[in-house]
């Protein structure tokens, strides 16, 4: 794992020796990039503002157990194991919460066991797909419209059965 | 989504009047601070590679990669922006190696070209592509699994990568059949 952390720094490296090359003002140049992050930022907020507020009074309201409660009996028919049903649900809306939960799946059940792993697959192979919808689609002028979403909440939940599969055999 | 957005908040709002009146406006206040702060470590991070981008720009690599990108990605995207199509393909490329926060200002970038170009079907295509997830390595994982003590932290990396995967093309093949062309 260590080359990895070697990635990052070289990428920088080897651009700016090249950029140097090619004569580029370093200084300015990077400034100036620096310059869109707040107008970026400030496009992006009031989406994300009102993604977390919802699912904050989503969580708040006792719907989002409920609805692990009454949706863990069709996880394990399909071989999800009923204890990492809160962390698939929540997934789609919450990256800190689901790293959260992911921590309390480890120390309640150990790290290697086989819920800790599946549990692994289910983090690593999702996205927090309402967050990454609020930022993608925030400069569309047109009405979002619900299939692309419904789209990739769908491929994840595929690839959480055929990870917690995958864990079983390998 | 207004539709979505309308039924979630209702529903919650009107069990919480019932359960705990409350815990209604902290709930909203926990949002709004999340989203504050995740805006200011959004901000650093966007620093950090909008500076990158710029210097990568300016420098003619940009325009070297996305020649050289661009005859596979234009089909994927079904777009001729060259631009939008070069920073479609950076944003993927910058996900699948994993850099933490890169793939986001590349992602806006190309989606608002996409959009001012009417190009819809490249938006839904790049959104359901970054959604599905299509890191090589899970690196946050593995690091949380060795801090609780695992013996060997890396064995969910070939289930995790096949799974991840399957959902990004799963998600594209989704994608290709059921939104119309633009």
Known sequence: MKYLSLIIPLLFLTLFVYALFKRVKLYDCFTDGIKEAIPLLLSLFPYLAVMLMLSELFEASGLAAKLTAFLAPAFRFLGIPPEICKLVLLKPFSGSGSTALLSEIFSAYGADSYIARCACVAYGSSETVFYISAVYFAGAKRKISAVPILIALFANFCAVILGCFLCKIM | ?182
């Open chain 2, 1 to 182: 989504m207004n539709g979505i957005f309308a039924i979630l908040f209702l529903l919650s709002a009107v069990v919480l009047l019932f359960l705990d009146p409350d815990g209604f406006l902290s709930a909203l206040l926990k949002g709004g601070e999340k989203a504050a702060t995740l805006s200011l470590s959004l901000l650093a991070v966007y620093c950090v590679w909008l500076g990158f981008f710029k210097v990568m720009e300016k420098s003619g690599l940009s325009e070297k990669l996305s020649h050289l990108l661009f005859p596979a990605a234009k089909r994927l995207f079904r777009s001729q922006n060259k631009e939008a199509v070069y920073f479609a393909s950076c944003n993927l490329a910058a996900n699948f190696l994993g850099l933490p926060g890169a793939p986001t200002p590349l992602g806006i970038k190309a989606a608002e070209k996409f959009c001012a170009a009417r190009e819809h079907y490249a938006v839904d295509m790049l959104f359901v592509l970054n959604a599905t997830s299509l890191q090589l390595l899970p690196t946050t994982v593995i690091a949380l699994r060795l801090a609780f003590g695992s013996q060997q932290g890396a064995d969910i990396f070939l289930p995790t990568l096949l799974a991840t995967l399957f959902s990004t093309a799963l998600g594209g093949i989704l994608v290709f059949l059921t939104r119309k062309r633009s």
